[in-house]
């Protein structure tokens, strides 16, 4: 499975951005796409998943109400909707595939990941 993610950039607190991740190879295998964000100093951090087939989405609580994943099968791509974003929202986000359901927020059960894409949110 190969990911590449797409649509990162700059932009001003309380604006948006769609990151997107194009998936190809053995795609039938992923049955969780996520989305993780690595910010200078931090750990790797969740924040959204979604289930390939059902749609099913989870969020981290920073982004809950202002974050929307969401999927397309027919395309293979995963997208991350992010509104009314705010400066501590500036980090390089990965999109990462895993061949199984449950433990959506522990990043190492993820097995295949995207090269990154940053965004800068300026205050």
């Known amino acids: 499975v190969q990911l590449q993610a797409s649509g990162g950039g700059l932009v001003q607190a309380g604006g948006s951005l769609r990151l997107s991740c194009a998936t190809s190879g053995h795609t039938f295998d992923i049955y969780t796409m996520g989305w993780f964000r690595h910010a200078p100093g931090k750990e790797r951090e969740f924040v959204a998943a979604i289930t390939w087939g059902g749609g099913v989405d989870y969020y981290a609580e920073s982004v809950k109400g202002r974050f929307t994943i969401s999927r397309d099968n027919a395309k293979n791509t995963v997208w991350l909707q992010m509104n009314s974003l705010k400066p501590e929202d500036t980090a390089v986000y990965y999109c990462?595939?895993?061949?199984?359901?449950?433990?959506?927020?522990?990043?190492?059960?993820?097995?295949?990941w995207g090269q990154g894409t940053l965004v800068t949110v300026s205050s």
């Open positions: 990462a595939a895993r061949t199984a359901w449950g433990a959506y927020e522990n990043k190492d059960a993820y097995g295949y």
